[in-house]
């Protein structure tokens, strides 16, 4: 027999009224923080469905993932930057937008990466060491004239010999001087990516371990860190970026 509910209310009715309170505060919670997740707009793989090649997002995310910070990663193409995106920062990526109307964002990586982890004065120094990393790279990576080869190869050479002075001051197994991974970490680690890969690829350059052997361990503990690991684009995405590159595409 089905019993009468007491004080006239169902045992159903009773329970959604002492949850519907509950409910509707964890819902405006959730609805406040889905409204508040900033937005890394960033350049989009070629199928347009995922991360393309960029080592300045790629330094930007696993900055923002050291730091825990949370946002929504939206690859974006030319034609699907939003207006704002356009007029005030150029189209430039990545971007990160706190707001859907543009207000606040910052289109530069370092910038980005700093605001969720903001650096010590070691990792200043650290970047300081490393700052002539990233143009040697690029200018030996995308360099199809023989007859400067190996002067930019020599300008790779010249860069790591920093990095390994750094590292033997520093004694730690980053750049951080600590055993976790800093801003300066996501920084160099992220720009090794590309020497490690599209040096290989196109200049069958490897980082010698016999030279730089600081730089050897460095980079196998760097490419090692989960914030690394879940933040890094595919090399057939960095192949083919760096192949426009040396084609004068970009």
């Known amino acids: ?65 050291v730091s825990g910070q949370d946002y929504e990663l939206r690859p974006t193409t030319k034609t699907d930057k939003p207006k704002w995106l356009l ?34 004065e070691v990792d200043e120094a650290s970047m300081t060491a490393s700052s002539s990393l990233f143009g040697a790279i690029a200018k030996f990576v995308k360099n199809t004239d023989p007859a400067v080869d190996d002067s930019l190869r020599d300008g790779v050479s010249a860069a790591l010999e920093k990095l390994e002075a750094r ?35 196109f200049k069958n350059f490897a980082i010698p371990a016999d030279k730089f052997p600081l730089v050897a361990q460095y980079v196998d503990s760097a490419f090692q860190c989960e914030a690394f690991t879940k933040t890094k684009y595919p090399t057939e995405e960095m192949l083919f970026g760096w192949g426009e590159a040396r084609a004068g595409a970009h």
């Open 1 to 65: 027999e089905m019993c009468e509910p007491r004080f006239g209310v169902s045992r159903g009715s009773a329970v959604l009224l002492v949850i519907a309170p509950l409910l509707a505060s964890a819902l405006t919670a959730t609805t406040s923080s889905m409204a508040t997740k900033p937005v890394l707009y960033c350049k989009p793989s070629r199928d347009a469905d995922s991360v393309g090649d960029c080592p300045f997002t790629h330094y930007a995310r696993m900055a923002m993932e």
């Open 87 to 120: 007029d005030e920062h150029g189209g430039s990526m990545p971007c990160l937008a706190p707001s859907p109307d543009g207000a606040g964002a910052v289109s530069e990586s370092a910038k980005i990466a700093a605001s969720a982890l903001p650096p010590t």
């Open 167 to 201: 590292l033997a001051e520093l004694k730690a197994p980053f750049l951080s001087g600590t055993d976790r991974p800093g801003l300066a970490d996501c920084s160099v680690a992220t720009k090794l990516y590309v020497l490690t890969v599209a040096g290989d690829h």
